[in-house]
């Protein structure tokens, strides 16, 4: 799978926008854009995915650049629950395998 | 709630011990995944089962083994542990075997070796 650059923590506001970057420089055509996030004692959980157009589900909205070398996961209203590691993922074809994490972006929410 | 479920949820055992670890799928899926989270490695894919059948290896230790039963749990299998093999240890499961699905994550087993 092409590799992804995330900065390693971001802090925000508690009920404010959170924009979360993710570099994908080297993406090829067919690789989709998947996030996943893994909250404290928890194991990983999945937010969102993408090819090239912005998608919107109830936890999140994913923009991506129209060259798709980067993308952004938008957490419109930033609450206490969403303190988690956030990973971006370039998923390749329809086989078999299982994820490669990256060291992922760190979100602290301050009240 | 993934709907995932793994058992134990802490194990503390000695090194040169062997330990299993098990797994129930949700409802539904056929695709059974086993990941390892340390500190040091982060969370990296160790094997992948589909329908009972092994579908996919990753950094799987030859110490290490697996399988899915005709019920669809899986076990993993952890021989002669060393201190490095304390980590936590988590099952996904999906409703295929390809990688494009979402992957839905049991809350993890925490090994520690001692």
């Known amino acids: 799978d092409a590799k992804t650059t995330q900065p390693n923590s971001m802090e925000s506001n508690e009920e404010e926008p959170v924009h979360l970057p993710c570099n994908h420089s080297t993406i090829s055509g067919t690789d989709y854009i998947h996030w996943y996030r893994q909250l404290p004692s928890q194991g990983p959980e999945y937010v969102i995915h993408?090819?090239?157009s912005n998608v919107n589900n109830r936890m999140a909205s994913l923009a991506i650049a129209e060259d798709r070398k980067s993308s952004t996961l938008i957490l419109h209203r930033a609450t206490l629950r969403d303190a988690a590691v956030y990973y971006c993922?370039?998923?390749?074809?329809?086989?078999?395998?299982?994820?490669?994490f990256g060291k992922g972006t760190h979100l602290i929410i301050q009240p | 709630d993934s709907g995932v479920t793994q058992t134990p949820k802490h194990l503390i055992t000695a090194t040169g011990q062997r330990v299993t670890l098990r797994c129930s799928p949700r409802s539904g899926d056929l695709s059974v995944y086993w990941y390892q989270q340390s500190l040091d490695q982060g969370l990296q894919f160790l094997i992948q089962?589909?329908?009972?059948?092994?579908?996919a290896k990753g950094n799987i230790l030859e110490r290490f083994s697996a399988q899915q039963f005709p019920d669809l749990h899986s076990e993993l299998n952890l021989s002669s542990l060393e201190l490095g093999d304390s980590a936590l240890y988590f099952c996904?499961?999906?409703?295929?075997?390809?990688?494009?699905?979402?992957?839905?994550f049991g809350p993890g087993t925490r090994l520690l070796v001692l």
């Open positions: 996904a499961s999906s409703v295929g075997g390809t990688i494009q699905e979402t992957q839905y």
């Open positions: 089962y589909y329908n009972g059948e092994e579908r």
């Open positions: 993408g090819l090239t």
């Open positions: 993922i370039l998923i390749t074809g329809g086989g078999a395998d299982g994820l490669t």
